[in-house]
T-cell receptor
Framework: ELKVEQNPLFLSMQEGKNYTIYCNYS?????LYWYRQDPGKSLESLFV?????AVKQEGRLMASLDTKARLSTLHITAAVHDLSATYFC???????????FGTGTRLTIIP | KAGVTQTPRYLIKTRGQQVTLSCSPI?????VSWYQQTPGQGLQFLFE???????NKGNFPGRFSGRQFSNSRSEMNVSTLELGDSALYLC???????????FGPGTRLLVL
């Protein structure tokens, strides 16, 4: 059974600092997603990573995928308050629409 | 293009009742998936429909069921509600299997 682990669960960081969220998964997978969720809201798609070595960047967020290590990272550069949210990684196997989600990382940016 | 819509947005029911939630996917999307989100269990997959056929099902009891109509709209039903069914129910749609899933705003169900 596919398991997805995220760490840390909670992250409190100052504005302007850099940090990384880690996502490990237990079995070979074809796609890895990063989603953002604001309190009381739905999930917003951030990145889709399809192959080993894939790197995608949007603003202050950069996601990467290492399929050999079964590891994805979400790097935050020079954090700003607007990035405060819960971030989820999710793994999907080809031909199976089911997403297996990590536990989420609640990120709080302190001014 | 309009996003995924879900109705109702909020619902209060009592134990033993049943509930039906509705999801309209993004126009042109044929795959619809349902997820349950709770503080204790996180986000869990319920089921997925494509072209009116259930293709995948998560580890939920038979009280949870769903269907998809020819226009790709989907409904999920929960019978004999239990307190533990209180959750945010999210619907997601995609063009087809393997494409990015876009989530709706969710239906927040409270069972008293």
């Amino acid at each position: 059974e596919l398991k997805v682990e995220q760490n840390p669960l909670f992250l409190s960081m100052q504005e302007g600092k850099n940090y990384t969220i880690y996502c490990n998964y237990s079995t070979t997978s074809d796609r890895l997603y990063w989603y953002r969720q604001d309190p009381g809201k739905s999930l917003e798609s951030l990145f889709v990573l399809l192959s080993n070595g894939a790197v995608k960047q949007e603003g202050r967020l950069m996601a990467s995928l290492d399929t050999k290590a079964r590891l994805s990272t979400l790097h935050i550069t020079a954090a700003v308050h607007d990035l405060s949210a819960t971030y989820f990684c999710a793994v999907e196997n080809f031909g199976n629409e089911k997403l297996t989600f990590g536990t989420g990382t609640r990120l709080t940016i302190i001014p | 293009k309009a996003g995924v819509t879900q109705t109702p947005r909020y619902l209060i029911k009592t134990r033993g009742q049943q509930v039906t939630l509705s999801c309209s996917p993004i126009s042109g999307h044929r795959s619809v998936s349902w997820y349950q989100q709770t503080p204790g269990q996180g986000l869990q997959f319920l089921f997925e429909y494509f072209s009116e056929t259930q293709r995948n099902k998560g580890n939920f009891p038979g009280r949870f069921s769903g269907r998809q109509f020819s226009n790709s709209r989907s409904e999920m039903n929960v019978s004999t509600l239990e307190l533990g069914d209180s959750a945010l129910y999210l619907c997601a749609s995609s063009l087809r299997t393997g494409q990015t899933q876009y989530f709706g705003p969710g239906t927040r169900l409270l069972v008293l």
